[in-house]
């Protein structure tokens, strides 16, 4: 029987795994955590999926409709915890150092043993690791500076200056939850504009149109995303939000880099809590100097400068991750030198990951079939 190791027991993994073990392949799953669903655990408590539940269940089991349109952290927890027990062999407390080609196959450096099997499927996510810019002065800033992932609770913001540091998918959220709490001044420094996304309009979840948009053209689906804007939020330069010059669907598709779903931020950009500033060129002692020249005094800065894939260790001597440490190929593809290498989960569409990653590992299971 084909044999194939799953690295990571994230939604991904158990989708990939769940999928081969239904085609006869012969599957084990290794997770560095010591349980399932640790990196949504770690997520601040506030969160909420942007894909709509109907978009977003995983192969063989739907999302309860109690979760609402668009189910919170903990919901994921608990689906994650009921999915995992449907799956194959999950070993935990696995982290994977290294990945070698093998004789035959592929070899799995663990701590504890050396795994061998005849195929290998990276599904570890796109955002496992958070990327921190490394700015000038920032470590003799006498306020605090975080990641997104490390956003918390908002009510700790409650009262405090507060600068965001992007516009993208992760810092919309954030300014989403602070647009619900009585904080000082809030700033959000922006390279880019956002492609900006109504989560309704018209009470319709915007999000369910998302599979039509997949199957369009990619400059197709840039003019709908603009429209849908304009429409439910008129022009946002106006109130100092720069348009990104690639539109929304080919940045994802180009770069990985999401619309940004708002559900309270264009309000308070508009009523003027949130104010747009430019780039940060460096910290000073007190304050933060923006590239404009204007200097700032917040008391928290948070970095939503993104994510990047952690593989560079595992798999960075074999040639197949870009400069963001993606990976070039993906799917059913492979890289001709490296027949078996598998990735699954880090080319988002529109409609969302959760609802991609069955799909394409049904891809997957068929090429890997066809190849023995």
């Keep these: 029987m084909t ?23 012969q599957v084990q799953v290794l997770e560095k955590e010591p349980r399932v669903a640790e990196a949504w655990r770690g997520r601040h408590p ?12 995983l192969p063989g089991m739907k999302m309860p409709q109690a979760f609402g349109a668009f189910p919170a952290r903990d919901d994921m927890v608990r689906y994650l ?6 799956t194959p ?77 992007g516009a993208g998918n992760s810092g919309t959220d954030l300014l989403n939850h602070l647009a619900t709490v009585d904080t000082g001044e809030i700033w959000v420094s922006v390279r880019h504009g956002p492609a900006m996304a109504p989560t309704r309009f018209l009470g319709f979840p915007t999000q369910l149109i998302s599979p039509f948009l997949d199957a369009l053209p990619l400059a197709a689906a840039d003019r709908v995303l603009d429209l849908t804007e304009w429409l439910a939020f008129g022009n946002l330069r106006k109130h100092g939000l720069p348009r990104h010059w690639q539109g929304g669907a080919t940045r994802l598709a180009e770069t990985g880099t999401a619309p940004a779903i708002d559900k309270g931020f264009v309000a308070a950009l508009k009523a003027g809590k949130v104010t747009v500033v430019p780039e940060i060129e460096q910290f000073e002692p007190t304050a933060v100097r923006l590239t404009d020249g204007q200097r700032l005094e917040p008391d928290i800065v948070v970095a939503a400068t993104g994510y990047r894939t952690g593989l560079a260790p595992m798999l960075g001597h074999l040639g197949v991750l870009d400069e963001r440490e993606a990976p070039v190929v ?29 799909k394409t590992a049904k891809r997957i299971a068929a090429a890997i079939i066809a190849s023995t």
């Design 3 to 25: 044999s194939v190791i799953v690295v990571g027991a994230g939604a991904t993994g158990l989708a990939t795994a769940q999928t081969l073990e239904t085609t006869g392949l």
């Design 89 to 165: 062999r999950i070993s935990f407390d696995a982290p994977v150092s290294r990945i070698d080609k093998a004789e035959t196959g592929w070899r799995v450096e663990t701590p504890g043993d050396a795994l061998h099997a005849d195929n290998v499927v990276i599904a570890t996510g796109a955002d496992r690791v958070p990327y921190m810019p490394a700015w000038p002065g920032m470590d003799g800033f006498s306020g605090e500076v975080l990641h997104a992932a490390d956003f918390g609770d908002a009510a700790r913001y409650r009262g405090r200056r507060v600068l965001i540091v």
């Design 330 to 358: 993906h799917g059913d593809q492979q890289d001709p030198r490296w027949p078996g290498l598998w990735f699954n989960g880090m080319r988002p569409p529109l409609s969302g990951t959760l609802g991609a990653v069955g």
């Design 81 to 86: 915890e009921d999915y995992a027990a449907t």
């Design 46 to 57: 506030q969160l909420r999926l942007n894909t709509h539940r109907r978009l977003s269940g």
